[in-house]
């Protein structure tokens, strides 16, 4: 009725305002002050993730996904380190690697699909939810043509910012915003299987500044 009036209470204001609520998510040890919970969800490296395989409703911490990928869909697992360029070798013939970041083992999921007229396209996500939208990682990958195929060192390279996804492996590679385009002259034939082709490729990690895992 208009007669109501509002007296602040500081002390009461500054409780509240200091009151700290843990992170729902199952694996998250962080405390936030309430009105921040949903912002920390949102960006939360434990934020449940979504497996892609056909048939498949599994749902989980990027971390328990990594391990779902990898025991019951027979994904391989990699390590990586930040900042150094690994070698790798993917199938053609099974298109999903995993990537784990050597001192947080936080999730990378590597898509290898066809292109068009034996052009592949090779993709990187980070599996986190996709609604933190700030890049938190950046990425190069790159493969050399062998010289006896050309008579020269060429190569093919992309450097780019990171997406995240909570679901990842959704988007086939050439749906990224973002891939490699690997010609056919540059795949290999898989060891002991002539009849089977690998792309050949290097992938760098990096993190990006500034970093704070306050944030992530």
Not at 20 to 36: D, F, K, L, M, S
Request: proline share 9%.
């Amino acid at each position: 009725d208009g007669g109501g009036f509002f007296d602040p209470c500081p002390t009461l204001d500054a409780l509240v305002s200091s009151t700290r609520i843990g992170c729902p998510n199952a694996g998250c040890q962080w405390y936030v002050t309430y009105h921040e919970v949903a912002e920390h969800q949102k960006a939360c490296p434990h934020a449940p993730c979504r497996c892609t395989e056909p048939g498949c409703g599994y749902v989980g911490a990027p971390q328990a996904l990594a391990g779902h990928l990898h025991t019951v869909h027979s994904v391989p697992v990699r390590a990586v380190q930040y900042g150094k360029a690994s070698q790798l070798r993917v199938p053609v013939s099974a298109p999903r690697l995993v990537l784990l970041g050597d001192d947080d083992n936080r999730v990378f999921l590597l898509t290898v699909g066809a292109l068009g007229a034996g052009v592949t396209a090779v993709s990187v996500v980070c599996a986190r939810a996709s609604a933190a939208t700030r890049p938190r990682f950046a990425c190069k990958m790159w493969g050399n043509l062998e010289p006896a195929k050309c008579g020269k060192e060429d190569m093919v390279l992309v450097d780019m910012h990171m997406r995240s996804s909570s679901s990842p492996g959704a988007m086939v590679a050439a749906g990224e915003p973002t891939f490699l385009t690997v010609p056919p002259m540059y795949l290999v034939p898989a060891a002991g299987d002539g009849a089977s082709m690998e792309v050949p490729l290097y992938i760098r990690i990096d993190k990006l500044s500034p970093w704070s895992d306050a944030l992530v």
